[in-house]
């Protein structure tokens, strides 16, 4: 097989497994020179087994690439220069504070305030519970819990405007471990939230820390949505 690739790791653009279609793999090559696609193997000269179109790929560490992102952050670059250096960072892994950073500037892009200091308590409280509620229907959660998350945020200025409500949640979101897998659960984690915020805040409280976790939830919440939407593409 005149195409049969001879590098450690490649890129298979098109090539056969077992007579089916493989593409866009990665592959590791085998002590016997064949190449390890997943839990397959694709064998040189084996009727079925081929590697139509490849390319050789460097294993960076994330870490570097990373370094490299960083370094060059805020540096004016000619737009050649910064169109090659954004095809490569393209590549890298999305982690989990990539995806809070993307919820976060949605419910920064969001109108508001959503709650003002004409609103009392009561009418503060009907919001959070209205948006929760409507949460349960919506096959676009991310937008009533970013519509959450901004509105615990408009309350927390108003019991400090010198603080960014949304930055200080923002900041709490990324201690929150983990968001349940299930549906079920998210929702009944977020509820006992918002009963224990509303708690306080009905019986004269100013309930700073529970707005702010609320708050922190949601944004957890949506970052983990787009983190599941990001892997289904």
């Known amino acids: 097989m005149t195409n049969w690739p001879n590098k450690e790791l490649i890129h298979i653009i098109r090539g056969e497994i077992g007579g089916k279609l493989i593409a866009n793999q990665v592959a590791a090559r085998?002590?016997?020179?064949?190449?390890?696609?997943?839990?397959?193997?694709?064998?040189s000269g084996h009727e079925g087994d081929s590697i139509?179109?490849?390319?050789?790929?460097?294993?960076?560490?994330?870490?570097?690439?990373?370094?490299?992102?960083?370094?060059l952050l805020g540096v004016e670059l000619h737009w050649?220069?910064?169109?090659?250096?954004?095809?490569?960072?393209?590549y890298l892994p999305r982690g989990k504070d990539e995806f809070l950073s993307q919820a976060a500037s949605l419910a920064r892009d969001l109108e508001g305030p959503r709650i003002t200091q004409d609103d009392n308590t009561s009418r503060r409280l009907a919001i959070l519970f209205e948006v929760t509620s409507s949460l349960h229907a919506s096959p676009t959660k991310e937008v009533e819990l970013t519509e959450l998350a901004c509105t615990c945020a408009d309350w927390l200025y108003l019991i400090n405007p010198n603080r960014s409500g949304l930055d200080d949640i923002e900041a709490a979101a990324k201690e929150i471990d983990s968001i349940p897998d299930d549906y079920?659960?998210?929702?009944?984690?977020?509820?006992?939230?918002?009963?224990q915020t509303a708690?306080?805040?009905?019986?004269?409280?100013?309930?700073?820390?529970?707005?702010?976790?609320?708050?922190?939830?949601?944004?957890?919440?949506?970052?983990r949505i787009l983190e599941e939407n990001d892997n289904n593409e």
Do not use: F
């Open 184 to 195: 079920e659960k998210r929702y009944m984690s977020l509820t006992r939230l918002l009963t």
């Open 80 to 90: 050649r220069q910064y169109a090659a250096l954004q095809e490569v960072l393209t």
């Open 30 to 43: 085998t002590e016997r020179g064949n190449y390890a696609v997943g839990n397959r193997i694709c064998l």
């Open 199 to 223: 708690t306080p805040l009905s019986e004269g409280g100013h309930g700073r820390d529970e707005l702010l976790g609320l708050g922190a939830y949601a944004l957890a919440w949506t970052s």
């Open 52 to 71: 139509d179109e490849w390319e050789e790929v460097a294993a960076v560490p994330t870490h570097k690439l990373k370094h490299l992102r960083d370094m």
